[in-house]
């Protein structure tokens, strides 16, 4: 079966960030050998002779598993059609490679590596409860490079307690300076029930005003577009031809396949997904061969308002010819009651067939957004 996207999640990570609310636990050699044997047995049942054209591994942290374990799961990309495959992207965090593990990864065909560096600052590492230290993520850029990667993505965080403007300019600077062509930027958030959130709450840490965090947004894009980075997506800057393609085919409402402990799954009108505890993963899928947690039914108008949404955080915006050819829906008919408003206050515009977010609206792109689903 062809596909655009397929996603295989590692829900392993040496230690569990403090803002972290992914489907991920700690590392326990015993349990990720179990989990393998069970991701096996899925990728029998669901994915063989699938004919994907992306294949993200992620997490948790892949490469927090041993050198053996990465061989094990590699090999099973081999029940994948790879005939079409155009991008190959893994997860890694600084502290977990080795030239031994990223040849292993060359040499099974991964393209691309998304490397969780957050910041380059220690304090900001430590506040955000990262494994890794200051050096390593240098270290870990010059290993990949060593091996032959070159198609390298840094994950940035700022707006993290204590943090200055200063400080978050040197990081996009230090990424600049290591030549990386691909650069994803979030600001921080709390999650309820996490270590950050709690922090927070009893007075360990303090936000950052508003107007900083604000400020690091719009200096964001001015640096990074003066290096050669140009936004193609809110939080996502890249050279010409480093764009993740995973990413796009997902933004632009495409359809994906994912397996592994919390991973979603969407295909024609029907949502899917495992269960995200491992051990009841593993247990499901040794037991009845599937980890399926939920099943969604999602009408038509439904899903392409969650397109809709989504394609427009794509700084190209939404082609309404290829929106009405792929949900089957008039764009202008469906956002016929919030798109007038939104076009007079100057937040959506069109430019020529395709309607985008103005560049005032992206920063409150999530509120302006929400109102059209």
């Known amino acids: 079966m062809k596909i655009k996207n397929f996603y295989v999640h590692i829900p392993f990570c040496l230690r569990r960030c403090n803002y972290c609310d992914f489907a991920s636990s700690e590392y326990s050699p015993h349990l990720a050998e179990e989990y393998l044997e069970a991701l096996g047995i899925e990728f029998t ?7 994907p054209e992306t294949i993200y591994i992620g997490g948790g942290t892949p ?6 374990m990465i061989e094990e799961l590699t090999d099973m990309l081999d029940l994948l059609d790879l005939r079409d495959l155009k991008e190959f992207t893994v997860e890694a965090n600084p502290g977990t490679l080795s030239v031994d593990k990223l040849m292993l990864l060359r040499e099974a065909g991964i393209t691309r590596i998304s490397l969780g560096v957050q910041t380059f600052n220690q304090h900001g590492l430590d506040v955000l409860g990262r494994f890794h230290g200051a050096k ?3 270290f870990a850029i010059a290993q990949l490079r060593e091996v032959g990667f070159e198609n390298i993505s840094l994950d940035l965080i700022f707006a993290w307690p204590g943090q200055t403007a200063e400080e978050w300019l040197e990081d996009l600077q230090m990424a600049i300076k290591l030549d990386i062509p691909h650069i994803s930027c979030y600001g921080l958030s709390y999650p309820e029930g996490t270590p950050i959130a709690k922090m927070l709450a009893n007075g ?3 936000q950052v ?3 900083l965090e604000r400020d690091m ?3 964001t894009a001015e640096v990074l577009a003066e290096a050669g980075l140009a936004r193609y997506e809110i939080s996502n800057f890249a050279k010409e031809g480093h764009q993740c393609q995973h990413n796009l085919n997902y933004w ?3 359809t994906y396949i994912g397996i592994g402990a919390g991973a979603h799954s969407y295909e024609g009108n029907t949502r ?3 269960c995200p505890d491992v051990g009841l993963y593993v247990k499901k899928m040794s037991s009845a061969g599937t980890a399926i947690d939920f099943i969604d039914e999602i009408s038509r108008e439904a899903r392409a308002r969650e397109c809709a949404v989504i394609w427009l955080r794509l700084a190209e915006g939404v082609d309404k010819d290829l929106f009405c050819n792929s949900v089957g829906i008039e764009l202008e008919e469906l956002l016929a009651e919030s798109l007038p408003k939104l076009l007079a206050e100057g937040w959506l515009e069109w430019r020529g067939n395709r309607l985008r977010l103005t560049d005032k609206a992206i920063p409150y792109a999530d509120t302006i957004l929400s109102e059209l689903v």
């Open 45 to 51: 049942r669901r994915a063989y002779g699938m004919r």
């Open 63 to 68: 490469t927090c598993l041993s050198y053996e």
């Open 136 to 138: 390593d993520a240098r």
């Open 204 to 206: 360990r840490v303090t």
């Open 209 to 211: 005003e508003e107007s």
């Open 217 to 219: 947004f719009d200096r």
């Open 252 to 254: 632009r409402g495409g």
């Open 272 to 274: 899917f997904g495992n």
